[in-house]
């Protein structure tokens, strides 16, 4: 026999989870405004430090930057709900909605390795180590697909400058958050997290690799890697780890996650090469979103200014 | 009338009824196969397909041909096991949607992806194990679409065209390889498509060893009698 237990509150009755979080937010930031008003301090001083988290929020005082491209910049919309994001899920249309929630403050960053000196740096300090620039860059997926995105941030070279490593660094490691009580794709093993990417110290130095913190003028959505990124336009996307929380830098090379999980399909390189097909597809070719015949994939994204970088490399060996 | 189907799988359901719902049944049934198809054009119609349409065209269209494939499967053994034998009369409906979904799931693959370059297809085919072993899955239903009329089935025999459709085992595995070898780390949807399929053929399988068995047994239990005098 079915039984049916009655509930004491109605379901309609009950307030969803986001909208419940959003309400406490809410109310916090009432109380706060209250204090700020009893302080007599003007509401925008006390709001700046915690409001520049917000994705929405404006990066002021953006340079353009001549590494831009003037190719057509892809749908913010499609930019923020198509990702490639692990931690938070595999399909590409749910991290926008699992992030939403992500905390993004406060946020250190790990410097570490062969370093002059080790340190831990709130990401509000590195942001404001240089000026930020926009830098439109196409940016290509292993998968075949491309967009081209307005970044907002400054080149890598300008952190690692100031963490001063020794003769010892050759290369330097990125290591993603690892948080599976707010990471739902991390409760699974699809990958062996924490997500670690890397590059040779030369990649990293070269003025196109970004150290990332916004998009289209403001900060980066949580989806997209906030609050802190790299960016390397010349590599399949796999490459630009997404909420650093160390970086580590290192005499040998350091492991790569994509690389790990399948050693014949991504290599450490992963330069974008339309000549050297991954196992299971061809990568002559891409779709670039908004498109719809697929466009011819250019020898390092179309970066040409980073092929000696390479010079005397075999890259059907080192792909 | 005593409720159709609900006995065990000696008994039959009250034919009459069963017969006459079916016939107002089967444009519902075959309406509901084309729900997945009219979704997608709508989505498309009112720009719902997101940020890389194609790409949702293509999965969808290769989702439901596994599906159909699967229910088709499904068909014989939820007949054996139910006693709802006028499940039969969906069989060719499923089966003919499977090819259906197929058929725009190739389509969308040679249009949309390859735009007609025979030469990138042809490569695709050889060099790709994962399109190679798709493609393989869509030939091999090709001859069962084509002889899926009533008039085939008397033209090839029973015994033959039962032998014939039993393809769609293979088609069905080629499926779920294709799924699996395509994606790149989260292989569970692929791993739940296969978990059906191998309880689908699992079922005949037990089956098939089962009537062999029987068959043993009577031997077996001839066997032993003849040898006692011997010994």
New interface residues.
């Given amino acids: 026999m079915l039984i049916k237990q009655s509930s004491d509150i109605p379901s309609s009755e009950i307030t969803p989870k986001r909208l419940y979080l959003n309400r406490r937010k809410f109310l916090a930031g009432a109380a706060l405004a209250g204090a700020a008003a009893a302080v007599g301090l003007r509401s925008g001083e006390l709001a700046s430090p915690s409001m520049a988290v917000q994705a929405n929020a404006k990066i002021d005082g953006i340079k353009k930057s001549s590494f831009s491209t003037n190719e057509a910049i892809t749908p913010y ?3 923020t ?2 990702n490639n994001y ?1 931690e938070f899920s ?1 399909d ?2 749910e991290p926008a909605g699992l992030a939403k929630d992500f905390k993004t403050r406060p946020w250190t960053v790990t410097i570490d390795g062969a370093v002059e000196k080790k340190q831990v740096l709130d990401v509000d300090t590195i942001i404001k180590m240089a000026a930020p620039e926009e830098r439109i860059y196409r940016h290509r997926c292993v ?1 075949g ?1 491309s967009i081209v995105v307005p970044w907002a941030g400054f080149s890598l070279s300008e952190l690692i400058n100031k963490a001063k490593p020794t003769g010892k660094a050759k290369f330097v490691e990125f290591t993603t958050i690892e948080d599976p009580k707010q990471m739902p794709g991390q409760r699974g093993r ?2 062996d997290w924490p997500y670690v990417e890397g590059l040779r110290m030369d990649e990293a130095m070269h003025p196109l690799a970004l150290l990332c913190f916004g998009m289209y003028g403001q900060a980066l959505p949580n989806q997209d890697g906030a609050p802190l990124r790299i960016v390397v336009p010349w590599k399949y996307g796999f490459k630009s780890a997404k909420a650093i929380v160390r970086i580590r830098f290192t005499d040998s090379q350091p492991r790569n996650t994509w690389n790990q ?2 050693p014949n399909e991504y290599g450490f390189y992963s330069n974008v090469n339309p000549n050297v097909d991954h196992p ?3 990568q002559a070719k891409e ?1 670039r ?2 498109e719809f ?2 466009r011819p994939t250019l020898m390092f994204n179309g970066y040409d200014q980073v092929a000696s970088l390479y010079s005397g490399m075999d890259l059907k060996k080192n792909f | 009338m005593t409720a159709a189907g609900d006995g065990g799988a000696t008994r039959m359901p009250t034919a009459p009824l069963d017969l006459s719902m079916i016939r107002y049944f089967k444009p519902v049934v075959f309406l509901a196969c084309l729900i997945p198809l009219a979704l997608l054009g709508w989505k498309a119609y009112s720009g719902a397909l ?3 349409p ?2 949702v065209i293509t999965h969808a269209t290769g989702d439901w041909t596994l599906r159909f494939l699967l229910i088709t499967l499904a068909i014989t053994p939820i007949r054996k096991l139910t006693g709802r034998l006028w499940l039969i009369r969906f069989r060719r409906m499923f089966g003919l949607f499977a090819f259906f979904y197929g058929v725009l799931h190739f389509l969308t693959y040679i249009w949309l ?1 390859k ?1 007609f370059n025979v030469h ?1 297809m042809l ?2 085919v050889a060099k ?3 399109i190679t072993v798709g493609f393989t899955g869509f030939v091999l239903l090709i001859p069962l679409a084509l002889t899926s009329t009533t008039g085939w089935i008397r033209r090839l025999g029973g015994k033959r065209w039962q032998a014939l459709h039993r393809l769609i085992y293979f088609s069905a595995i080629a499926g779920v390889i294709h799924y699996w ?2 994606v ?3 292989i569970h949807l692929p791993l739940e498509y296969g978990a059906i399929l191998a309880v689908l053929l699992g079922y005949r399988i037990a089956v098939w060893a089962g009537s062999k068995l029987d068959a043993n047994k009577t031997k077996s239990l001839r066997g032993p009698r003849v040898e006692v005098p011997e010994g």
């Fill in positions: 919309k499609d930019v709900n198509y692990y595999t590409k249309y998968e697909w699809v990958l999980m399948a299971r597809w061809s779709r979103l908004g015949l697929k | 997101g940020a890389n194609i790409e992806d735009f990138e490569h695709d790709r194990k994962f070898w395509l790149k780390a989260d």
